[in-house]
């Protein structure tokens, strides 16, 4: 069963660079059947999609967020990643890496059937 | 934007919930999902493409809707029913999530 775990993210501060992993167990990043995302929740908000990416890395950006996100697939290591630049005490949140799931036609749609629990981010000066 | 109703319902289990969602543009190809969060839990996927259950979700939920006005309705509460409701449209370039109703245990 595949299973997603982030990585723990260190003290940030204003002005630098986040980075999260999130390692994939029981199957392969490389798998042409999924997207593999980032989704962000600040405390008692609504979940806040920050984009996704494909196997080649090919990646999808929440617009308000693109000039700052970028995510990339590491097939070697089995795992896809998440840098957001230039971060504020806004991007304080529980970062959630997920996969999309594929209905019952085979195809991949654009709602999340794997989480996993979570990595909280605290920017903090 | 997603604009969920009410914010919270106060029902005690074997009771009924209706939620709602209301789209400030048209949804098209019932591209609507609904999740369930519990504390300290991610979200779970209940609903997709508006009526849909994903696997291993109860008959007792079912979701309606289209274009702007969309409803998940739960039928005799059970205790682990209770939560955070998210609906989230995937219609647009950019996926976004409601505010949310909380179902609390009366």
């Known amino acids: 069963q595949m299973q997603l775990q982030e990585s723990r993210a260190g003290p940030v501060k204003p002005g630098e660079t986040l980075s999260l992993i999130c390692s994939v167990s029981g199957g392969a990043v490389s798998s042409s059947n999924y997207y593999w995302g980032w989704i962000r929740q600040s405390p008692g908000k609504r979940p806040e999609w920050l984009g996704y990416v494909y196997h080649n890395d090919k990646a999808f950006y929440n617009e308000f967020l693109k000039t700052r996100v970028t995510l990339s697939v590491d097939t070697s290591s089995n795992h896809f990643s998440l840098k957001l630049t230039s971060v504020t005490v806004a991007d304080t949140a529980v970062y959630f890496c997920?996969?999309?799931?594929?209905?019952?036609?085979?195809?991949?749609?654009?709602?999340?059937?794997?989480w996993g629990h979570g990595s909280t981010v605290i920017v903090s000066s | 934007v997603l604009t969920q109703s009410p914010a919270t319902l106060s029902l005690s289990p074997g009771e009924g919930a209706t939620l709602s969602c209301r789209a400030s543009q048209i949804i098209v190809r019932t591209k609507l999902a609904w999740y369930r969060q519990k504390p300290g839990q991610p979200p779970r996927l209940i609903i997709y493409h508006t009526s849909s259950r994903a696997s291993g979700v109860s008959d007792r939920f079912i979701g309606s809707g289209s274009e702007t006005d969309f409803t998940l309705t739960i039928s005799r509460l059970e205790p682990e029913d209770f939560g955070i409701y998210y609906c989230q449209q995937y219609d647009g370039l950019t996926l976004t999530f409601g505010g949310g109703t909380r179902v609390d245990l009366k």
């Open positions: 997920v996969r999309t799931m594929r209905d019952t036609s085979g195809f991949s749609i654009d709602v999340f059937d794997l």
